[in-house]
């Protein structure tokens, strides 16, 4: 039983250049998110998914978009990256009693 | 809009000490209130999680309170020892609890228990 996992764990981007990250949980979650953690901010909601087929903005959502390809992944995609987008993003889904979290994607962009 | 503050934003203690950490909350409408602890370069280990009709819980040498009704939280952790060092993240879950809601975190305390 995995729980959450990450993939890039690390990646380093260009200004201009778009990725993906990649989550996926194997607990049966219906829900998932994406937050971004940044020093002096604590961890803010990006994006989330209620179900499969579904998902809706968070806290800051400008720059990113979200696919929840299935029950398991919810993928979250930079299109034109920016330096401002350096962060630590970190995928979490939820049953009804609390969320559980990935390990991270750290991300920096030059 | 939804606000968590945690106090201290760091603390250095002995070994063995017991203490506490604080949260506060704007909005008492939650759901639920769940403490995380995240190791340097870490994600997040959830600890506790107190459903919003309850009062408090308990993990080994860990407590959790909760009072909705004045929006605050305490984290109490007995003995101390130096494993527990690391940061404390108190996150609140808003509205009937479904599972689009996401969490609301605070800052987090910075602990250092000092061997």
């Known amino acids: 039983n995995a729980g959450v996992t990450q993939t890039p764990k690390f990646q380093v981007l260009k200004t201009g250049q778009s990725m993906t990250l990649q989550c996926a949980q194997d607990?049966?979650?219906?829900?998932m998110y994406w937050y971004r953690q940044d020093p002096g901010m604590g961890l803010r909601l990006i994006y989330y998914?209620?179900?499969?087929?579904?998902?809706d903005k968070g806290e800051v959502p400008n720059g990113y978009n979200v696919s929840r390809l299935n029950k398991r992944e919810f993928s979250l995609r930079l299109e034109s990256a920016a330096p401002s987008q350096t962060s630590v993003y970190f995928c979490?889904?939820?049953?009804?009693?609390?969320?559980?979290f990935g390990p991270g994607t750290r991300l920096t962009v030059t | 809009k939804q606000e968590v503050t945690q106090i201290p934003a760091a603390l250095s203690v002995p070994e063995g000490e017991n203490l506490v950490l604080n949260c506060s909350f704007t909005?008492?409408?939650?759901?639920?209130l769940q403490w995380f602890r995240q190791d340097p370069g870490k994600g997040l280990t959830s600890l506790l999680l107190?459903?919003?009709?309850?009062r408090e819980q308990t993990s080994g040498r860990l407590n959790a309170s909760l009072d909705k009704s004045s929006g605050r939280s305490t984290l109490y952790i007995a003995a101390s020892q130096p494993g527990d060092s690391a940061t404390y993240l108190c996150?609140?879950?808003?509205?009937?609890?479904?599972?689009?809601?996401?969490?609301?975190f605070g800052k987090g305390t910075h602990l250092i228990i000092q061997p």
């Open positions: 979490a889904s939820s049953a009804r009693y609390g969320q559980y």
């Open positions: 107190i459903q919003s009709s309850q």
């Open positions: 909005d008492s409408a939650i759901y639920n």
């Open positions: 607990m049966n979650h219906n829900s």
């Open positions: 996150a609140v879950r808003g509205g009937s609890g479904g599972g689009a809601d996401g969490l609301t």
């Open positions: 998914s209620a179900s499969e087929g579904t998902t």
